[in-house]
């Protein structure tokens, strides 16, 4: 027996958090939607790529997570980004467990999400085995600048790699 793509999204999807767990979603909740960006690729040697991309974020998994999807550029190029983060809240402490995926180039990264005053920051480590910094600043409802950074060490400086500046689309 198969199954169709259109069930699958159907036990997948959700429209939106239970109640009892919508205070504690609100911290990612108001991604939900889909989203135009500008990226920047920060390069070693101090130049720069630009893209054009778009991201889309979902309920899923009966409300109990949000999932999303990195798209640059935006289709219908041929991708050099297409991944997925999922994003569950942990009662036990206080924050997310962060989960991206990107099979296209074979990176993933786990994190530790949380509120840090305005932003919201992600801390982690990735694929390479580096440490990650992905912060959500500038947050507006229908805009944000999200900033990905990484490190080799603790003593290390954060380095900009990524930029992504996002406007809403639709809700």
Not at 100 to 128: C, F, M, T, Y
Request: proline share 5%; glycine share 8%.
């Amino acid at each position: 027996m198969t199954m169709t793509i259109s069930s699958f999204l159907t036990a997948l999807g959700s429209e939106g958090p239970p109640a009892d767990r919508a205070k504690d979603m609100a911290l990612y909740g108001w991604l939900i939607g889909n989203w135009e960006m500008d990226s920047v690729h920060h390069l070693d040697d101090g130049t720069i790529q630009k893209w054009d991309g778009e991201c889309h974020f979902g309920w899923v998994l009966e409300g109990r997570a949000i999932q999303d999807i990195w798209i640059r550029p935006k289709r219908p190029a041929p991708s050099t980004m297409y991944g997925t983060t999922l994003r569950i809240f942990d009662p036990e402490i206080d924050g997310w467990h962060i989960i991206w995926n990107d099979p296209l180039n074979q990176d993933h990264s786990r994190q530790i999400g949380r509120a840090e005053g305005k932003d919201i920051v992600q801390l982690g480590n990735d694929s390479r085995g580096l440490k990650t910094r992905w912060r959500f600043t500038e947050i507006t409802a229908n805009s944000f600048h999200w900033i990905g950074e990484e490190r080799s060490s603790e003593s290390d400086p954060w380095k900009i790699t990524y930029e992504h500046l996002a406007r809403r689309t639709k809700p």
